[in-house]
């Protein structure tokens, strides 16, 4: 079964709470935890236990499991798909997380190191994480998280094995050293390329409310500002929209489908890679193959997909919230593009490449002026003139109609947000 059948089962599962064809960690690929895990397994799991490849698990082990499955996922040692069951691949990266931490590698947990592991991942995942930690890799936060709880900087080294032989213990030393993340952030590598959507959007606001209020198209005088505090307003109506559809996936909690989301990225980032390094048209080709691939009602896609977008957004999971935008954009909710748009010509979770931004602006541009109806701000009737003003600024280039300040504010609807679900489906 390939990763793309696969994501379109998890993803029916996730928002339809319809029964959904199996999917086993361990085997062959990687996805990380894309709503396979908690999600799928409880919308179709009706009683206390289930059988497994012909073995009994209560409801409880199953669901510790995945917990555990899709932490180490997070955490960069991939176990495969996040099923519950901690088979071969799952007991490797088990073994590969202890000898991380300096701890006896047996591939077997005890209650204390699945407890660092789950709550570290808890704790990375809800976001509020100091920038300079999550700049050194999740492997990184992990090794902070466990240096803070435990009060000891060094990592601490069990002891051996009664049949351990020195040369083995020396390379599994060597191999712990080489694979650990550095102690302080590295300013120069790719981690810089990082910064945090939140933590910008905290500082705009505060420079937003000390300006009196948003800029306007009379009133803007730097366009790059202007963009910002437009694209963090679309992003707090974006996990508004997301955390409100998620209310109506019943049986699960918000931090369950956090954590079901968090693997979104991960699923798409091919598609997220050639944001930075292709144009418009041919990124879309690509995704519209991806959601060919899936086999999804475009309903049932759309809906998780904003979903996802609020989580990526609230967790500043950038991958994440890209992904999304970019699935809801190829199923021809053209308005989301102002979102990709935003990420290239500010450079959060892409290269920031402002000369493939303005094509996205457009086509959001374009949608709005047809009289799609708005997603962001719906009641802001000059919304879109002092995008385009901002972005066309911005980019150096003149507007299409001449001036951007000709553009008739009209041409954006006054609507409320359109989900184009209907509940029970």
């Not at 879309?284 to 999804?296: D, H, R």
């Not at 053209?334 to 010509?345: D, R, S, T, V």
């Amino acid at each position: 079964m390939s990763r793309r059948s696969i994501l379109a089962a998890a993803l029916v599962a996730a928002v339809m709470s319809m029964p959904a064809e199996r999917v086993m960690a361990d085997s062959n690929g990687v996805l990380g935890g894309l709503i396979i895990g908690g999600l799928i397994g409880s919308a179709i799991a009706n009683n206390n236990r289930r059988t497994v490849r012909g073995t009994s698990y209560s409801s409880a082990t199953l669901n510790a499991n995945r917990e555990t499955q899709t932490a180490l996922n997070y955490f960069d040692f991939p176990v495969g798909y996040v099923d519950g069951v901690l088979g071969r691949n799952s007991r490797t990266a088990i073994a590969n997380y202890q000898s991380f931490l300096g701890y006896e590698p047996t591939g077997e947990l005890t209650e204390y190191q699945r407890s660092m592991l789950v709550d570290a991942y808890h704790w990375a995942s809800a976001g509020g994480v100091d920038p300079a930690v999550m700049a050194q890799g999740p492997r990184g936060v992990l090794q902070y998280y466990r240096d803070e709880r435990t009060g000891a900087p060094k990592v601490v080294q069990e002891a051996p094995l009664p049949d351990a032989a020195p040369a083995a213990d020396a390379r599994q030393a060597d191999a712990r050293q080489a694979d650990a993340a550095p102690a302080l952030p590295n300013f120069m590598g790719a981690a810089s390329a990082q910064p945090s959507l939140a933590s910008n959007c905290n500082k705009v606001s505060l420079i937003t409310n000390a300006n009196g209020g948003f800029a306007t198209v009379a009133t803007m005088t730097d366009a790059d500002f202007t963009l910002n505090e437009q694209f963090c307003l679309a992003r707090t109506y974006a996990i508004s929209q997301g955390e409100d559809l998620a209310a109506e996936v019943q049986g699960f909690t918000p931090d369950q489908i956090a954590t079901q989301c968090a693997s979104f990225g991960p699923a798409m980032k091919d598609e997220i890679a050639a944001l930075s390094l292709q144009p418009r048209d041919a990124v879309l080709q690509q995704v519209s193959a991806f959601v060919l691939k899936t086999g999804m009602a475009p309903a049932q896609l759309s809906a998780t997909a904003r979903i996802c977008l609020s989580v990526g957004y609230r967790t500043d999971a950038m991958d994440v919230a890209i992904g999304s935008a970019l699935l809801l954009t190829a199923l021809g909710e053209k308005p989301y593009a102002e979102l990709i748009g935003h990420h290239l010509a500010e450079g959060f979770g892409t290269a920031r490449r402002p000369d493939l931004a303005m094509a996205w602006y457009q086509s959001a541009f374009d949608a709005l002026a047809a009289g799609t109806p708005a997603v962001f701000a719906p009641t802001q009737p000059d919304r879109l003139q002092l995008l385009q003003k901002a972005a066309f600024q911005a980019s150096g280039m003149s507007s299409p109609h001449g001036s951007a300040d000709n553009v008739a504010p009209s041409s954006v609807p006054v609507a409320l947000p359109s989900f184009g679900v209907t509940t029970g489906q």
